[in-house]
Nanobody
Framework: VQLQASGGGLVQPGGSLRLSCAAS????????MGWFRQAPGKEREFVAA????????FYADSVKGRFTISSDNAKNTVYLQMNSLKPEDTAVYYC??????????????????WGQGTLVTVSS
């Protein structure tokens, strides 16, 4: 199973970007798909997650109201729409997939498959 993240780039503060994460390889089922990010000199942190069933969606407080996670199961793709971007959103963004469906969706060690990361730079 491979996850391919794309859509990063340079954007001005207040701008928008949409990240995509496409899954390929052998068929697999996932319970939770998540986005994480790692800024220079900082630890990787949780951004958002979505459940395959029951429609649960979760956000970090720092992005709530600005970012939207969605999925297209027919395309095996998860998206992260990022609006009102701030310089502090600058980071490498990673998508990840997990068969875990519990409450600790924000723990990166519970995710089995990871994309390669895509760089988002918010700067004027």
């Amino acid at each position: 199973v491979q996850l391919q993240a794309s859509g990063g780039g340079l954007v001005q503060p207040g701008g928008s970007l949409r990240l995509s994460c496409a899954a390929s390889g052998r068929p697999f089922s996932w319970s939770t798909m998540g986005w994480f990010r790692q800024a220079p000199g900082k630890e990787r942190e949780f951004v958002a997650a979505t459940r395959d069933r029951n429609g649960g969606i979760f956000y970090a407080d720092s992005v709530k109201g600005r970012f939207t996670i969605s999925s297209d199961n027919a395309k095996n793709t998860v998206y992260l729409q990022m609006n009102s971007l701030k310089p502090e959103d600058t980071a490498v963004y990673y998508c990840a997939a997990s068969d875990y469906s519990g409450s600790y969706y924000y723990y990166d060690h519970l995710y089995k498959y990871w994309g390669q990361g895509t760089l988002v730079t918010v700067s004027s």
